[in-house]
């Protein structure tokens, strides 16, 4: 146990590599696009690209930079920057508990596609409804969750996620490649409706890369930046402590400036990947219409179809996909649920075998209620920033538009006002490194950001 508080990354490649593996997967592959298809395509895009190398810029590096100074876990991080501000770190601690609820019921659909595409059922799939009948159905979506919950906790119980980051050294290259596949197969694609309206996918390209002005009003704008900006959140896994763990173990000697500029870029450039995947295709097989309606089921419904029109080898293609997207979702659940224990044992006292075993229990269940939401517990609900909710939406609401922004925002008042943002340059700049965007960061940091994340938790509780 001593061993691994003080394990620390091999160099700044292993630091990248591991800080990629949690923050690239799902938010990445299934949420990122969801939420730009809702919105419209080119806007979303375009204002998340710029928020990313502003705000997710500022935020991460903040996270980074007080995990490697304080050298301790977010529980203890802020703490020890200034005793007053403990309970931020208890607070943060709660982010990732709520994550992990609903992640391992999407993880558990993944798995659910891969049996798809390895029986050969892939056609199945790309039929209509297939999906809704799927997550309403009262046991499959269970046993397909407790299997994906059971693989992470297995990995967290033996504490060999070190292990499975050396994989995603070869796996995250291999999604990369077949998303890229997919990606270019995408914008080959047409379809004709039954009243003669043709779509291409390079209409669909358009629309996902050109940015849209017509008919936008003011609050939809807000809730476009609102939007991206709970998705900088989950997919840099910013404003839960995680980066901030990550950061504790990272050597003096790695430049902080280069290796968070390579997890941004890497971060973003699987995001807009995985768009340029899926956002054609569900323009030219369900319109503009279909884009604003698909929600978190838009991946698991559009690429089926996608896949069926690839013939015999979309069913190879769909089969590769899954898998490495299985990957992906293992990387970040691990390292979420890897928090959580870690945590909980420094703060109980208690082995990790102990920990991991009691929270595979409560996720279990907390999953279980998650899978009910859309049969036992269905509702659907319009949640402030205009979306149709169901249970799972409504957990991932309050971690990334209530909770997050939150996090973020006394964590920049920390920064920016009380410790003053030189506490994270002189980290940045140790060594002599030099902090190019220092001017950018300072700002936003004092400034900026925490109005941003004002109004933010503002409108999320719909009082703006
Ligand atoms: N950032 C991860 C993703 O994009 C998700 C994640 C969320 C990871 C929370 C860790 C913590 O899928």
């Known amino acids: 146990m001593e061993e691994k508080k003080k394990s620390s990354f091999s160099g700044s490649i292993g630091f990248v590599l591991a800080a990629a593996g949690s923050a690239v997967g799902l938010g990445n592959i299934w949420r990122f696009p969801?939420?730009?298809?809702k919105d419209g395509g080119g806007i979303f895009l375009l204002v998340y690209i710029v928020l990313a190398f502003t705000f997710g810029?500022?935020?991460?590096?903040?996270d980074i930079a007080i995990g490697r100074r304080t050298k301790q876990s977010a529980m203890n991080a802020f703490g020890t920057i200034s005793k007053k501000w403990k309970p931020l770190g208890i607070f943060t601690f709660f982010v990732p508990a709520i994550i992990m609820t609903y992640y391992a019921v999407i993880g558990g659909w993944i798995i659910k596609y891969i049996t798809v595409y390895f029986t050969g059922s892939g056609h199945k799939a790309a039929s209509d409804g297939y999906f809704s009948a799927f997550i309403t159905s009262d046991v499959a979506p269970i046993v397909f969750m407790l299997i994906f919950l059971a693989i992470t906790s297995v990995i967290v119980y033996c504490g060999v996620e070190k292990g499975i980051e050396k994989f995603s050294k070869y796996i995250m290259p291999g999604l990369l490649v077949t998303v890229v596949i997919i990606a270019i197969f995408s914008l080959t694609l047409s379809h004709t409706d039954d009243n003669g309206t043709t779509r291409t996918g390079i209409d669909g390209f358009l629309v996902y890369i050109i940015p849209n002005f017509e008919g936008m009003t003011v609050s939809k704008f807000f809730g476009v930046i609102m939007d991206a900006m709970g998705q900088l959140f989950y997919s840099l896994s910013v404003a839960m402590g995680i980066m901030i763990t990550y950061g504790s173990y990272v050597k003096d000697d790695v430049n902080l400036n280069k290796s968070i500029r390579n997890i941004?870029?890497?971060?973003?450039?699987?995001?807009?990947?995985?768009?340029?995947?899926?956002?054609?295709?569900?323009?030219?097989?369900?319109?503009k219409e279909g884009m604003a309606e698909g929600g978190p089921s838009l991946m698991f419904v559009s690429l089926p179809k996608v896949f069926e029109e690839m013939g015999v080898m979309g069913t190879v293609l769909g089969a590769v996909f899954f898998i490495m997207v299985l990957?992906?979702?293992l990387t970040s659940s691990v390292s979420i649920l890897e928090t959580i224990v870690a945590n909980c044992m420094e703060k109980?006292?208690?082995?990790?075998?102990?920990?991991?075993?009691?929270?595979?229990v409560i996720y279990a269940v907390a999953a279980i209620i998650i899978c009910l939401g859309y049969n036992v517990f269905y509702f659907n609900i319009t949640l402030p920033n205009g979306s149709a909710a169901q249970l799972l939406d409504v957990m991932d609401y309050?971690?990334?538009?209530?909770?997050?922004?939150?996090v973020s925002l006394l964590t920049c008042i920390l920064i920016g006002w009380i410790v003053k943002p030189k506490f994270i340059v002189d980290e940045i700049e140790k060594n002599g490194v030099m902090f190019k965007r220092k001017t950018l960061y300072s700002v936003m940091v004092k400034f900026v950001a925490p109005v941003m994340l004002f109004v933010l938790f503002l409108m999320s509780l719909g009082l703006f």
């Open 327 to 329: 990957f992906a979702a």
């Open 264 to 287: 941004e870029i890497f971060d973003t450039l699987a995001a807009f990947l995985a768009g340029l995947m899926i956002i054609p295709a569900v323009y030219v097989f369900m319109g």
């Open 398 to 406: 309050v971690s990334n538009y209530v909770m997050m922004p939150i």
């Open 348 to 360: 109980f006292n208690k082995t990790r075998k102990q920990v991991s075993l009691f929270m595979a």
């Open 57 to 62: 810029f500022v935020l991460l590096t903040t």
């Open 34 to 37: 969801y939420l730009a298809a």
